[in-house]
């Protein structure tokens, strides 16, 4: 299997170049050059448990690794101690028709994001192993909250890799901030910066593909490498859980053999998780449709409802920051394939966007994504009467990105009368925006995280997950702050190189 850049057929990298490279270099995605179909495999991919399952996924796409590597980043990454149990848990909604909220937060931080961030380091360090021995990775993050956070925590102390984390000075939540501040390890380093998190993942993307700063870090015996969602590396393992949430989906409604359609529902910022999905669905996974949720950012809605990209809009910042993005980079990767592989048009669309703002795709693209998707968006008061009312009526407690999913389902059944069982991608634990969750189901108020911790608990019944229950006591470590224009000087004195 190798891999090609959505701006440029030409170039062909293995995996491990794939994943070691992050971005290639003038810009494009790298894409598997074909999905392999697992349609006949379904009932013995059924009968796996989640690390299992892994391996067979990735084995699949992952041709330059041993078995032994696949088997050994597997296990170290969804052990189960670091779960605490099953890896991610299928919950079926009370009182509602067919909906069933896909738990991807219970692993070490709390965010869908660990299940890709807790194996990529280890996927990263053996493909550096295979494709520029002796060099240390240096691992640049733009984060709207979580990925930081999940980044960190993937990373500390890996041996070989540095890791420097950026987030927007006023776009995260309180406990994300702390969560990130207070982290612990030798190689690792966090830094606010004064824009969005947009600015944050523009300017990341510039350091990768600066030939001057590629060529300082090499004289240093570095290179850069991606922990965004840009990442093949991080992709790839999404793709795992859409068949294992799948697998229980049919076990719980004891249906026998692999046929029955379902609706898979994601709240999108990056369009990564989303595009695991359509992923899943190439290899054969039996996906009816998309929809695609979106905060009061809505680009992807109007993208999805009219063919035109256009980032030229107020940005908000929300109560589900981790979807506060105007530039979905993973946007680009379906592009490509709904171009059947055009890498001239996918790089003008991208040049467009980059230049004036806004793309708008061939009627024939616009087509086929409609027929694929639904999106739908939702604002402040909907995410918080959504929580609000998942609470009272099926005594379920979402956090704030979930609820704007949640809504989105309930809009596409309205307006489509289609009760297809629907798999709604849960992304956060409610703990990590405490806040927002109470203020949606009670009227008690307070600045303290850790009373609003305790109370949510208090009101819901729900344990505080043990990660964030020990945040209250540890050092914040990081207080930097700087300058859009400043980010990559900041690289470059962390890791001790002159500018
Ligand atoms: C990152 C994140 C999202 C958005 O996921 P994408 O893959 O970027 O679309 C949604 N919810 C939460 C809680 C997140 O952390």
């Known amino acids: 299997m190798l891999y090609k850049s959505t701006r440029n057929n030409n170039l062909k990298v293995t995996a491990s170049e794939a994943i070691a490279r992050g971005i290639s270099e003038e810009g494009g995605l790298f894409v ?25 996924i990735l084995s699949l796409y992952l041709t330059d690794y041993t078995k032994e590597e696949i088997g050994e980043c597997a296990e170290k990454a969804y052990e189960t101690s670091k779960f605490s149990g099953e890896q991610v848990r299928l919950h079926e909604v009370e009182n509602e028709d067919g ?24 996927l990263l360090t053996k493909a550096f192993k295979k494709q520029a021995d002796g060099k240390k990775a240096v691992i640049l993050v733009a ?14 102390d890996v041996e070989n890799t540095q890791i420097i984390v950026f987030y927007p000075e006023n776009g995260v939540s309180p406990m994300q901030l702390r969560q990130m501040n207070t982290q612990e390890g030798e190689n690792v380093c966090v830094c606010a910066v004064k824009g969005n998190f947009d600015d944050c993942q523009t300017q990341v993307k510039r350091i990768f593909t600066s030939p001057e700063l590629k060529v300082k870090l090499s004289e240093n015996n570095m ?9 093949w590396g991080r992709l790839l393992p999404q793709i795992v859980y859409y068949f294992y949430a799948y697998f229980r989906f049919l076990d719980r409604m004891g249906v026998e053999d692999e046929e029955e359609a379902i609706n898979i529902v994601v709240p999108t910022g990056n369009f990564g998780n989303i595009l695991a999905a359509y992923y899943a669905k190439m290899m054969g996974l039996p996906v009816n449709k998309f929809i695609c949720a979106s905060n009061s950012n809505n680009v992807l809605t109007d993208f999805i ?6 980032k030229q809009r107020k940005f908000y910042t929300t109560i589900s920051p981790s979807m506060d993005i105007l530039v979905s980079s993973n946007l680009e990767r379906l ?42 968006c939702c604002g402040e008061a909907d995410t918080s009467k959504t929580i609000n009312s998942c609470f009272e009526n099926s005594a379920y407690l979402i956090d704030t990105h979930t609820a704007v999913a949640f809504k989105a389902i309930n809009d596409y059944r309205e307006e489509n009368d289609d009760y297809t069982p629907a798999v709604i991608a849960s992304t956060a634990s409610p703990y990590k ?35 964030l229950k020990a945040l209250k006591e540890k050092k914040t470590r990081f207080t930097n702050v700087c300058d859009r224009e400043s980010i990559a000087s900041f690289v470059l004195d962390t890791l001790g190189i002159e500018g």
């Open 32 to 56: 598997p050059e074909y999905f392999p179909s697992v349609r006949d495999k379904l009932s013995y991919l059924r009968k796996l448990d989640y690390i299992s399952l892994s391996k067979e």
């Open 99 to 122: 909906i069933y909220s896909l738990e991807l937060w219970h692993g070490p931080t709390c965010a869908f994001k660990d299940m890709a961030l807790q194996i990529l380091p280890h």
């Open 143 to 156: 984060t709207s909250g979580d990925t930081g956070k999940a980044a960190l925590e993937g990373f500390k």
């Open 223 to 231: 290179l850069f490498s991606s922990a965004n969602s840009i990442n």
């Open 305 to 310: 409802n009219t063919g035109k990209y256009d």
């Open 335 to 376: 592009l490509y394939h709904l171009t059947d592989g055009n890498d001239k048009k996918t790089a003008e669309w991208m040049k467009a966007l980059n230049e004036k703002g806004e793309y708008t795709v061939d009627a024939i693209v616009a087509n086929k994504v409609k027929e694929l998707f639904a999106a739908y």
């Open 433 to 467: 925006f405490s806040k927002s969750v109470l203020s949606a189901i009670s009227d008690f108020e307070s600045d303290d995280e850790f009373v609003l911790v305790e109370k949510l608990s208090e009101v819901s019944g729900l344990e505080v997950p043990k990660s």
